[in-house]
Antibody, heavy 119, light 110 residues
């Protein structure tokens, strides 16, 4: 069974940093591109970042470019999101999601981890 | 990148059909056959319902179908059931290796 489990969320002050993790199991992690998608409280979904299976290709939304860094460790079946210079508008539930190969779909999602940026 | 435009809410009775629209531009929805749809129940993670405009992942009922015309994509749910009540989001490739979601549509089953 495919499982994605996020961790690392919490309360952080504006300007602070946080590192999210996503532990993957039930599939060959190293064969799939992965993504982070966030959802502010009561709001819609927002794509944050994507990383290819071998980390060769990395992409960011303009809203986080220069502040967030996506990475992965295929040996540990883990995906990460390093978030620096956090702002109140970064407050959201952050989901990791797997890309369905050769398609536009995100076929498996974790349960999400809440990041709250507040003083 | 602006969010794709979806109706805030739609409703239908059990057994009926409903269609949710998703309007973008020629730079996203109209420019690529990379539109996907997600169902999200309250407090839950999104679930992929349609990808590449009209393809269904295994396990998704064939009551769910997707299409696209010009800059507007659509999700149609036929034979509406109570468990279909949820929020629905469209998503499109927007060029330059970026993705954009719609604002979401709340489906109410009357």
């Amino acid at each position: 069974e495919v499982q994605l489990v996020e961790s690392g969320g919490g309360l952080v002050k504006p300007g602070g940093s946080l590192r999210l993790s996503c532990a993957a199991s039930g599939f060959t992690f190293s064969s799939y591109s992965m993504n982070w998608v966030r959802q502010a409280p009561g709001k819609g979904l927002e794509w944050v970042s994507s990383i290819s299976s071998s980390s060769s290709y990395i992409y960011y939304a303009d809203s986080v470019k220069g502040r967030f860094t996506i990475s992965r460790d295929n040996a540990k079946n883990s995906l990460y999101l390093q978030m620096n210079s956090l702002r109140a508008e970064d407050t959201a539930v952050y989901y990791c999601a797997r890309t369905l190969p050769y398609s536009s779909g995100l076929d498996y999602w974790g349960q999400g981890t809440l990041v709250t940026v507040s003083s | 990148q602006s969010a794709l435009t979806q109706p805030r809410s739609v409703s239908g009775s059990p057994g009926q059909s409903v269609t949710i629209s998703c309007t973008g531009t020629s730079s996203d929805v109209g420019g690529y056959n990379y539109v996907s749809w997600y169902q999200q129940h309250p407090g839950k993670a999104p679930k992929l319902m349609i990808y590449d405009v009209s393809k269904r992942p295994s396990g998704v009922p064939d009551r769910f179908s997707g299409s696209k015309s010009g800059n507007t994509a659509s999700l149609t749910i036929s034979g509406l059931q109570a468990e279909d009540e949820a929020d629905y989001y469209c998503c499109s490739y927007a060029g330059s290796y970026s993705w954009v979601f719609g604002g979401g549509t709340k489906l109410t089953v009357l």
